[in-house]
Each structure stands twice: as C-alpha cells, then as structure tokens.
C-alpha cells in the first residue's frame, strides 16, 4: 500500500510497496478517504514527542470505509462509512475508575502507539468505530477527534460564564474550533489572536467576532475596546507560548477562566500571585472522552461546525511538503487535509 512514514526528525518519506495491514480478531481494516494533520504531528516531525518513535505511519483524524472484519468485530459490516475514535483507554487504571478515561495511565492512541491513517489502509480496535452517515463528507468526517478536543476544552472553559466574551489565541484548527463551540455554547464575542494576518482573515469569516494580531496592535488596548466595560471571562489559549500564556494572564477578568490547550512550550513563568488575587481558574484540557467523541460527530453531521473556509486539502504524495510547509509558516489556512483512496484535492 502507500503511506507517508515518519523515518527521522523532520524527514516524511512517501512509500508505495509497504505491506497492507491485517486486522486481529476484534479489528477492522478501513480504507482512509480522509485524514487531518494535527498539530501533536509536527511536533513529533520535529522530533519533540518522545511518544512517537520513528519509523511511523502517522493520522489519527480521519474518515474511511470499512473493508474487512476481524472474526470478533460484531455490530459492523463491510463498506460503512466511519470515523474513529483513536484513544482507547483500559478501563482498570485510576483515572479509568474516575471516569476520567481520556487520562488513563496505559492508554494507545492510533497513530502513535500503533501505525495511523496516513497511509491507504489502517486497522482499528472495531470497540473505536463510529459509523457515519453516507451523506457526510469525508473531509469534514475526519474533524470528529480535533473537535472532539476543542469540545471538551470550550464547554469546561465556559462552565460558569454565560453570554461570555472569550478571547482564542491561535487560528490553527484547534483554535478556528474552540471558536466555533464557543459561538455555539452561546459565547457573546469571540475575538482571535494570531501573528498572521492571513489566518485572522480567514478566522473572521468563519469564527470569529473581532481579531486582533499582536504584532500590530496593543492586545489590552484592543480587548478593551472591543470587550468593552464587560471585559473577558474566559481566555482558551491554543498556541501554548510564553507570550501567550502571559497575555492571558493579562487580560482575564478576576474571576475569569484561562483554558490551557496548545502544547507550544513546556516550561513557563505565570504571574501566580495575580492569579490567587484574582481567583482565576487555570485549566488544562487533553483529548477528550467518548460523549466528547459522539458529540463532535453529532455537530458535524447536523452542520453546525463545518470544515467551509478555513481548510485546504492535498494529496497524500504531498504529506511531506505539507508538513515542511507547515513548519515553514507557509500555510495560511487553519487546518491541511490528506487525500487518500481516491479522495481528489
């Protein structure tokens, strides 16, 4: 079959002579239509993901058919349509006991323990299988898992804040979705922040209320004058940077929420006694849980978040220029999609 295999930091190979998966017994094979590029996967490109260890066929957002069964794989039948949840989590750890199972201790994901959607054939746990409609679009099928993430990120950050104004830093995909569940968990404004003037352009016509660049402009001026007396409630930031840490420390009202979802940077110095002054909510948000899953699937079959505008599809040959492109900051739209099993840019 043909993938695209992660062999070495910063170094994608296009392949066309690797063995077709065979699935186990509680396995589907499925053929990949669609799959996304995550931001998790350039960093792992990059060689910062100690998880990840090459050689790797990458992908864990995407969309394809079922095409062969594994003799235990009950409930689903050749040729449906499906998307996948990617995490499977053991059930017994202390997290799982919880119901926190998005933190399992031993939990696999597709894509990184395992060989992903970026290639034309991959097999799947059938336990992770959710079929879609025949009507939905691949491409906008393969948004379930980073919106899945965005999902549980924006409802936790929005939990005590109605009618909230919410301030996203990063138009990347997981930002452009943060904003989009924001406007839909009824989020008064919401105003994005990023350093290219090409993604805010794209961000206001399908997400955003007001946006403002950093490089241009003063960020607590700008707030202020957009947010009004009312000011900010809730800050989700979706880059992960010093700066951006920093500025939304700045800017959220006391009492506010900062929603910490972008895996920029590791360390970081936050201002903690304005924190305890102030009482603001600091929160984390990782992947996501099963309801989170069937939810984004949900949103996306009845419309109400859209891949319309913000996304760009290439070939599965081009995975390698998409990522240097990406690294490169070439890419002006939010999100690149794979086309793979006969899916046409």
């Known amino acids: 079959m043909q993938a695209l295999v992660w062999t070495a930091a910063e170094n994608m190979e296009y392949m066309d002579s690797l063995d077709r998966p065979a699935p186990g017994e509680d396995e589907v094979l499925i053929r990949v239509e669609a799959v996304g590029i995550c931001g998790s996967e350039i960093e792992g490109y990059l060689g910062h993901n100690s998880l990840r260890v090459p050689p790797l066929v990458m992908g864990h957002e995407f969309c394809g058919r079922i095409v062969e069964l594994g003799n235990r794989a009950a409930g689903l039948s050749v040729g449906q ?65 980073p919106l899945a993430c965005s999902l549980r990120a924006t409802r936790r950050a ?12 990063g138009a990347g995909g997981i930002g452009i979705l943060c904003a989009k569940t924001a406007k839909l968990l009824g989020a008064e ?15 206001a016509e399908v997400a955003a ?3 403002i660049n950093p490089r241009s402009a003063d960020i607590r001026e700008a707030i202020g004058r957009i947010a009004g007396e009312k000011g900010v ?12 840490r920093t500025a939304a420390m700045s800017i959220v009202n006391a009492g506010g929420t900062v929603m910490n979802i972008g895996l920029g940077i590791d360390d970081t110095v936050l201002p903690i006694n304005a924190q305890i002054r102030g ?29 319309e505008g913000w996304t760009e599809i290439r070939p599965l040959s081009a995975g390698g220029d998409a990522f240097r492109d990406l690294v490169g900051g070439r890419v002006k739209s939010g999100k690149i999609f794979l086309a793979v099993g006969g899916e046409q840019a």
Request: hydrophobic share 45%; aromatic share 6%.
């Open 209 to 211: 209320d007001a946006t």
């Open 279 to 307: 009482e603001i909510e600091l929160l984390g948000s990782f992947c996501y849980n099963e309801q989170d899953f069937r939810d984004a699937v949900d949103l996306l079959i009845n419309g109400s978040v859209t891949e």
């Open 158 to 169: 929005m939990q005590r804040h109605s009618f909230a104004n919410v301030v996203v830093f």
């Open 81 to 145: 349509k499906t998307v996948v949840n990617p995490l499977r989590h053991c059930g017994t750890c202390a997290a799982c006991r919880k119901g926190n199972t998005q933190l399992c201790a031993v939990r696999r994901i597709v894509g990184i323990h395992r060989p992903g959607a970026f290639g034309e054939y991959v097999a799947v746990p059938a336990a992770s299988v959710v079929p879609v409609p025949e009507s939905l679009d691949p491409f906008r099928a393969a948004l379930a898992e």
């Open 189 to 203: 404004r919401v105003i994005m922040l990023d350093t290219q003037d090409e993604r805010l352009n794209m961000a």
């Open 233 to 244: 409630d809730v800050v989700i930031d979706a880059a992960g940077f010093q700066p951006t």
